[in-house]
């Protein structure tokens, strides 16, 4: 589904990956750990295609998506961000619906019904707590429906009680769907607890623990 | 955040044609020499440095002193009907120096009401205006709100924290001021003190109804006096280095030291004694905006409006919105591939803003004379030179910095979370910027255009040297009866380009009040 092959990327001369190679399978969802500042979320830019690689290639779906290069919007893949990314301008509903390849009122209660965010569809973002913003943005994914959702330290701003309620959700929506899914994270624990293989990312090298 | 490389291409070509009439006035700085242009260099050229430079210094101390006092006083003091005052003082900015120039003139002329009414008390002393200190008064009371709002601004951002801080080291209240609030505020002041600067250096209808020798008066003389395109261009070129010279020391002042910090806002100081300031600013109102509206409305009992009015004040309306639309989806699209990186070249082509409306028009002129002495064999004379679009390109030329700006100001403020996020939904770069870029811009957009639309209403240099025969616009009617000296003429005119610039004045007020509370 998805394979890194012996890609090396600097930033202003200074190699973050020299000779990187990963593989993922249709549904997995494994999780890579990693210290702050050692390349984590620069890895999952490669595969968003917000960074190009100096070499080697990228392949989703057994097609390279570095030669010819494909844009972002082109790649089946998402990525949930560690900042919080709703429009800011739209409604939790229009946020939820921004990608959906199909726009019907039924998908959208649906999946309101399946996050229990029914009670928040006209509310902005501003209005929404963490946890609950979380939220909107997974569904969002979700709902894209891509073939690879990357998660960039998706519990990372909000505390330990919340963040395991909401790790027991993500888990839950995960069943019921059959992305394969990435996350990046620097808390060993929110690795455990997603379950999965866990991958240990230093000094530009990925190792399965 | 990634771009298609078509607009990368296109920008690119977008900067080369913003750029070319430049060309024109680099060429005439390498042409061969002319018995006019040594006469103007040899005689004119220190006058026009000198004038120019006399006039820029006082004009900019004055704007500086009276809009930083007010931003000072708005920023720091609560009094009534404080939104109310900082609208009607800030009105000014709808006013061009030329109709307070056409209005104080008149006022202060043996026929006029002033001069009457001191004849009449026997002060026989005659206050002649149409000098430099006159002219720099102009120049003061018509475009001290720039420092105004950006000194308040700037003040109002970093609130009183660090001078509580101050204060509770042990620091005098004096010390505090210049150690303390006077950095702080200084680049706001300057940035205030630059649009001035820029605006002076710009402004073509005061010093020539004052017949104050300076470089862009110089400009239009050589073109319409002496015929001379060549020495214009020439004179263009010096201009442009003064300009650039004057740019850069400015925007070296107006960088903040240490970058700037958000700080909590604090509750502001009652005002001792609010009547007697009431008092004076109520005073200053009447001078710069209440006697001047009167006076203007008055002249218009005293003669017919001028033919052609309304179709005037329809193309000023038109081709404002018209070049506020072309800058605003002009800049979206420039402003893309500097999102990612430093592009020179399309920061040189919105640089407009700094260069004055004659240099862009004498060059525009050198320009499509050449355009048209090529195309002559086929296309039968001149089709570029003195048509409407060579205006509209010069105003989108002029005023595209202020586009870029605004749009550079609200992407920082934006950051590219939002836009990669929606790449990541699949969306495509025009998608992206539909959906996402442009509904979080919008205030930024909207500031913008009312802004350009301000300048728009009361630009007068570009029009009138490069519109078509019988194109006239508000400004150009108003300057046209100050030169033929039929000031009761200009009235009707003259408050047509006030009451449309008021208007957008005073939606771009209610703009950037519900982008400070948002």
Redesign the interface.
């Known amino acids: 589904m998805l394979e890194i092959k012996n890609c090396a990327f600097s930033y202003q001369d200074v190699p973050i990956f020299e000779d990187i190679s990963f593989q993922l399978n249709d549904g997995d969802r494994h999780t890579i750990v990693g210290p702050s500042g050692v390349g984590k979320s620069t890895f999952l830019k490669l595969i968003?295609?917000?960074l190009t690689p100096q070499s080697g290639d990228i392949l989703i779906a057994g097609k390279s998506v570095i030669h010819p290069f494909k844009?972002?919007?082109q790649r089946p893949?998402?990525?949930i961000?560690q900042?919080d990314?709703l429009?800011?301008?739209l409604t939790v509903a229009q946020n939820l619906m921004?990608?959906a390849p199909k726009k019907t009122s039924d998908v959208l209660n649906r999946w309101l019904e399946a996050l229990e965010l029914t009670p928040l569809a006209t509310r902005y973002p501003s209005e929404l707590s963490g946890g609950e913003a979380q939220r909107v943005m997974l569904g969002?994914?979700l709902i894209?429906a891509?073939a690879i959702i990357l998660m960039d330290e998706p519990f990372k701003a909000l505390d330990a009680t919340l963040k395991l309620t909401l790790i027991d959700r993500f888990k839950t929506l995960f069943k019921d769907v059959e992305q394969t899914v990435l996350t990046v994270t620097h808390d060993a624990s929110v690795a455990t607890a997603l379950g999965g293989h866990v991958y240990r990312l230093d000094d530009g090298r990925l190792e399965r623990r | 955040m990634i771009i298609p490389k078509r607009i990368w291409a296109v920008t690119l070509g977008l900067s080369i044609l913003l750029l070319m009439p430049f060309s024109a006035l680099i060429g005439a700085l390498f042409s061969p020499s002319n018995a006019i242009w040594d006469h103007v260099r040899e005689t004119l050229l220190p006058t026009y440095l000198f004038h120019t430079t006399l006039v820029l210094v006082i004009s900019v101390t004055l704007a500086t002193v009276i809009g930083a006092s007010l931003g000072f006083l708005f920023a720091r003091r609560a009094f009534p009907a404080k939104k109310w005052w900082r609208l009607a003082l800030i009105l000014p900015l709808a006013i061009p120096s030329y109709v307070y120039a056409m209005i104080t003139a008149d006022l202060f002329s043996i026929t006029g009401l002033v001069g009457r009414t001191l004849a009449e008390f026997g002060v026989g002393v005659s206050l002649s205006w149409m000098n430099i200190p006159g002219v720099s008064v102009m120049f003061a009371l018509a475009l001290y709100p720039y420092v105004f709002l950006l000194t308040e601004s700037t003040l109002r951002h970093h609130g009183t924290h660090y001078e509580t801080a101050a204060a509770q080291l042990g620091v005098g209240p004096l010390k505090v001021f210049f150690k303390i609030t006077l950095p702080l505020v200084l680049p706001g002041i300057m940035a205030g003190a630059s649009l001035v600067a820029f605006e002076v250096l710009n402004d073509y209808g005061t010093v020539a109804y004052f017949n104050i020798p300076v470089f862009s008066f110089a400009i239009f003389d050589a073109w319409f006096r002496l015929g001379d395109l060549t020495t214009a261009l020439r004179i263009g070129g010096y201009f442009i280095v003064f300009t650039f010279l004057l740019s850069w020391a400015m925007d070296r002042l107006k960088k903040p030291r240490g970058g700037r910090l958000e700080t909590p806002k604090a509750p502001l100081t009652k005002l001792k004694k609010p009547k007697r300031v009431m008092a004076w600013m109520g005073l200053f109102w009447l001078l710069t905006t209440g006697i001047p509206i009167l006076q203007l409305i008055h002249y218009l009992t005293l003669a017919p409006l001028p033919s052609g009015l309304f179709m005037a004040l329809f193309r000023t309306a038109w081709v404002s919105a018209f070049v506020v639309a072309i800058i605003l989806v002009l800049s979206l699209v420039l402003m893309q591939p500097l999102r990612r990186r430093r592009m020179p070249v399309i920061r040189m082509a919105s640089l407009g803003y700094v260069i004055p409306g004659s240099i862009i028009a004498v060059s525009l002129m050198g320009l499509t004379r050449d355009l048209d002495v090529i195309s002559l064999g086929f296309l039968g004379g001149s089709f570029l030179r003195y048509s409407v679009a060579i205006v509209i390109f010069a105003m989108v030329i002029r005023f595209l910095t202020l586009g870029m700006n605004a749009l550079t100001s609200g992407y920082k403020k934006m950051g590219v979370r939002y836009s990669l996020a929606a790449q990541s939904l699949g969306k495509s770069w025009h998608q992206t910027l539909r959906q996402v870029d442009i509904p979080l811009l919008r205030e930024s957009l909207i500031s913008a255009g009312l802004l350009i639309a301000i300048d728009l209403i009361k630009e007068l240099p570009l029009t009138l040297m490069l519109r078509p025969f019988g194109f006239e616009t508000l400004s150009t009617l108003v300057f046209r009866s100050m030169q033929n000296e039929e000031i009761a003429r200009a009235a009707g005119p003259a408050l047509g380009m006030i009451g449309l610039s008021a208007v957008a004045l005073i939606f771009m007020m209610k703009e950037r009040q519900s982008d400070a509370r948002n």
């Open positions: 968003m295609g917000t844009a972002p919007h893949v998402t990525l961000s900042e990314t429009f800011p301008h921004f990608g969002r994914a894209y891509p």
